[in-house]
C-alpha cells in the first residue's frame, strides 16, 4: 500500500497545514497542501466559492486530493476534503492522521481565516464539524488529540504512532 503518503484531515483551523510542514521536514519528506494547490491553480478559496459555487471547490479539491497523494510524502487536507466519496475510497492507500480537538483555543485560531463557510464563526465551525465528525473518525488510521497538548508534543505523537503503524 502507499503508506508513504501520510494524509492530515480534521476540521477547519485545527493546524493541519502547520503540523504537516513540521511533520514532512521532520521525516524528510515532501509536503503538499490541497489548500494551496487549489488556490495556484485556480485562485483564492473564497473567489472559488463566491464565484463558481461549492459544488465546483469540491471538483478541483478531489483533483487536488488525487494528485497530491499520487507521490510519497505528507500531504494537508481542507476540511471538507473528506466529503467526497471518491476521496474517501482513495484515502484508503493512504496513512490518515485525523488531528482531533475539543474547540479550546479555536477561536483565536480562526480569527485571521478567511473561510466563505464560517460566516457565522464559531457556531459554524461547531456545527460542521460535528456533522463531520463521524468520517473523520471512520477514515482515521490514527487520532491525535490536538487539544490538550503543544504543537511539539502533537508532532512527537504523530511520529511515534507512525513508526508503530508500520
Ligand atoms: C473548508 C476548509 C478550508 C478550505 C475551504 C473549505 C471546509 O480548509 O478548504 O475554506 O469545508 O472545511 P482548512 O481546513 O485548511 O481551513
Redesign the pocket.
Known amino acids: 500500500m502507499g503508506k508513504d503518503v501520510v494524509v492530515l484531515i480534521g476540521?477547519?483551523?485545527v493546524g493541519?497545514?502547520t503540523i504537516g510542514k513540521k511533520l514532512a521536514r521532520a521525516l524528510k519528506v515532501e509536503f503538499r497542501d490541497t489548500?494551496a494547490m487549489i488556490v495556484a491553480e485556480h485562485g483564492a478559496?473564497a473567489d472559488i466559492?463566491a464565484k463558481l459555487g461549492e459544488p465546483e471547490?469540491r471538483r478541483f479539491?478531489e483533483a487536488a486530493v488525487a494528485s497530491a497523494i499520487s507521490e510519497p510524502g505528507v500531504v494537508?487536507?481542507?476540511?471538507?476534503?473528506v466529503l467526497s466519496e471518491l476521496t474517501q475510497s482513495r484515502l484508503g492507500s493512504t496513512t490518515v492522521v485525523y488531528l482531533s480537538t475539543d474547540g479550546r483555543h479555536m477561536a483565536s485560531r480562526l480569527a485571521n481565516?478567511n473561510?466563505?463557510?464560517l460566516q457565522n464563526g464559531l457556531d459554524d465551525w461547531r456545527r460542521?464539524y460535528e456533522e463531520r465528525k463521524p468520517t473523520y473518525e471512520s477514515l482515521a488510521d490514527i487520532t491525535i488529540n490536538t487539544s490538550n497538548q503543544t504543537m511539539a508534543s502533537a508532532l512527537d505523537e504523530i511520529k511515534t504512532r507512525l513508526t508503530k503503524n508500520d
Do not use: N
Not at 494537508?76 to 476534503?81: D, I, K, L, Q, S
Open positions: 476540521p477547519m483551523g493541519k497545514t489548500d478559496i466559492f471547490f479539491e494537508a487536507t481542507g476540511g471538507g476534503a481565516g473561510r466563505p463557510l460542521i
